[in-house]
Protein backbone atom coordinates (compact mmCIF):
# COMPACT_ATOMS: atom_id res chain seq x y z
CA UNK A 1 0.00 0.00 0.00
CA UNK A 2 1.48 3.43 -0.97
CA UNK A 3 1.33 6.48 1.29
CA UNK A 4 -1.19 7.88 -0.86
CA UNK A 5 -3.57 4.93 -0.23
CA UNK A 6 -2.37 4.90 3.53
CA UNK A 7 -3.67 8.96 3.78
CA UNK A 8 -7.30 8.55 2.04
CA UNK A 9 -7.74 5.03 4.58
CA UNK A 10 -7.10 7.11 6.95
CA UNK A 11 -8.89 10.15 6.12
CA UNK A 12 -12.08 7.72 6.05
CA UNK A 13 -11.29 6.93 9.95
CA UNK A 14 -10.81 10.07 10.60
CA UNK A 15 -13.99 11.57 9.29
CA UNK A 16 -15.49 8.39 10.95
CA UNK A 17 -14.38 9.53 14.19
CA UNK A 18 -15.11 13.08 14.08
CA UNK A 19 -18.58 11.80 12.99
CA UNK A 20 -19.01 9.44 15.91
CA UNK A 21 -17.82 12.07 18.24
CA UNK A 22 -19.81 14.47 16.97
CA UNK A 23 -23.22 12.28 17.55
CA UNK A 24 -22.02 11.53 21.32
CA UNK A 25 -22.13 14.93 21.72
CA UNK A 26 -25.58 15.56 20.86
CA UNK A 27 -24.38 17.78 17.21
CA UNK A 28 -25.97 16.79 14.12
CA UNK A 29 -24.61 14.93 11.14
CA UNK A 30 -26.56 14.31 8.07
CA UNK A 31 -27.05 10.91 6.52
CA UNK A 32 -24.89 12.39 3.10
CA UNK A 33 -21.90 12.50 5.80
CA UNK A 34 -22.07 8.49 6.92
CA UNK A 35 -23.02 7.89 3.27
CA UNK A 36 -19.50 9.89 1.82
CA UNK A 37 -17.67 7.37 4.75
CA UNK A 38 -19.00 4.45 3.66
CA UNK A 39 -18.50 5.04 0.07
CA UNK A 40 -14.67 5.65 0.91
CA UNK A 41 -14.73 2.12 3.02
CA UNK A 42 -16.56 0.08 -0.25
CA UNK A 43 -13.78 1.86 -2.48
CA UNK A 44 -11.18 0.13 -0.36
CA UNK A 45 -13.19 -2.72 0.40
CA UNK A 46 -14.01 -2.66 3.48
CA UNK A 47 -17.63 -2.88 3.27
CA UNK A 48 -18.44 -4.03 6.52
CA UNK A 49 -17.08 -0.60 7.91
CA UNK A 50 -19.18 0.94 4.53
CA UNK A 51 -22.32 -1.14 6.33
CA UNK A 52 -21.54 0.32 9.54
CA UNK A 53 -22.30 3.68 8.42
CA UNK A 54 -24.90 3.12 6.40
CA UNK A 55 -26.36 2.09 9.57
CA UNK A 56 -25.96 5.01 11.29
CA UNK A 57 -27.22 7.26 8.04
CA UNK A 58 -30.32 5.21 7.93
CA UNK A 59 -30.70 6.41 11.56
CA UNK A 60 -30.61 9.45 10.51
CA UNK A 61 -32.66 9.93 7.52
CA UNK A 62 -36.12 10.92 9.18
CA UNK A 63 -34.22 14.23 10.05
CA UNK A 64 -33.16 15.04 6.15
CA UNK A 65 -36.20 14.42 4.24
CA UNK A 66 -35.05 13.61 0.57
CA UNK A 67 -31.66 11.89 0.97
CA UNK A 68 -30.82 9.05 -1.28
CA UNK A 69 -27.76 6.47 -0.51
CA UNK A 70 -25.52 5.69 -3.83
CA UNK A 71 -27.14 3.01 -5.47
CA UNK A 72 -23.46 1.47 -5.96
CA UNK A 73 -22.71 2.02 -2.28
CA UNK A 74 -25.80 -0.03 -1.79
CA UNK A 75 -25.40 -2.82 -4.04
CA UNK A 76 -21.68 -3.43 -2.49
CA UNK A 77 -23.56 -3.60 0.92
CA UNK A 78 -26.42 -5.94 -0.11
CA UNK A 79 -23.30 -7.67 -1.83
CA UNK A 80 -21.38 -8.60 0.93
CA UNK A 81 -24.59 -8.95 3.51
CA UNK A 82 -25.99 -11.76 1.30
CA UNK A 83 -22.54 -13.47 1.39
CA UNK A 84 -21.26 -12.57 4.48
CA UNK A 85 -24.16 -10.82 6.83
CA UNK A 86 -26.17 -12.74 9.17
CA UNK A 87 -30.07 -12.71 7.78
CA UNK A 88 -31.13 -10.62 11.35
CA UNK A 89 -28.14 -8.37 9.35
CA UNK A 90 -29.81 -8.53 6.29
CA UNK A 91 -33.10 -7.74 7.59
CA UNK A 92 -32.52 -4.80 9.33
CA UNK A 93 -30.52 -3.33 6.76
CA UNK A 94 -33.16 -3.75 3.58
CA UNK A 95 -35.78 -2.81 6.29
CA UNK A 96 -34.04 0.68 6.53
CA UNK A 97 -33.28 0.97 3.10
CA UNK A 98 -37.03 0.78 2.10
CA UNK A 99 -38.10 3.64 4.00
CA UNK A 100 -35.84 5.36 1.59
CA UNK A 101 -36.12 2.97 -1.75
CA UNK A 102 -38.59 0.90 -3.05
CA UNK A 103 -37.89 -2.84 -2.51
CA UNK A 104 -36.11 -4.37 -5.40
CA UNK A 105 -34.50 -7.52 -6.41
CA UNK A 106 -30.66 -6.75 -4.93
CA UNK A 107 -32.39 -6.56 -1.62
CA UNK A 108 -34.58 -9.51 -2.36
CA UNK A 109 -31.58 -11.78 -3.33
CA UNK A 110 -29.30 -10.32 -0.62
CA UNK A 111 -31.92 -11.69 2.03
CA UNK A 112 -32.51 -14.78 0.22
CA UNK A 113 -28.93 -15.82 0.11
CA UNK A 114 -28.46 -14.94 4.01
CA UNK A 115 -31.22 -17.15 4.62
CA UNK A 116 -29.69 -20.01 2.49
CA UNK A 117 -26.33 -19.79 3.50
CA UNK A 118 -27.35 -19.85 7.61
CA UNK A 119 -30.33 -22.72 6.55
CA UNK A 120 -27.34 -24.63 5.37
CA UNK A 121 -25.11 -23.58 8.54
CA UNK A 122 -27.89 -25.01 10.62
CA UNK A 123 -28.83 -28.18 8.60
CA UNK A 124 -24.81 -28.88 8.47
CA UNK A 125 -24.79 -28.84 12.11
CA UNK A 126 -27.59 -30.94 12.92
CA UNK A 127 -26.33 -33.23 10.59
CA UNK A 128 -22.34 -33.38 11.56
Not at 10 to 23: D, P, R, S, V
Not at 35 to 60: H, N, P, R, T
Request: charge should be neutral; hydrophobic fraction near 40%; glycine fraction near 8%.
Amino acid sequence: MGSGEKCIKGYYEKAETLLEELMEKGKVTTPNSWAIVASGYVEKGEVEKAFECMKAAFSLHVKNKGWKPNPRVITDILSWLGDEGSAEDVEAFVACLRVIIPMNRQMYHASLKANIRMAKIFVDFWTA
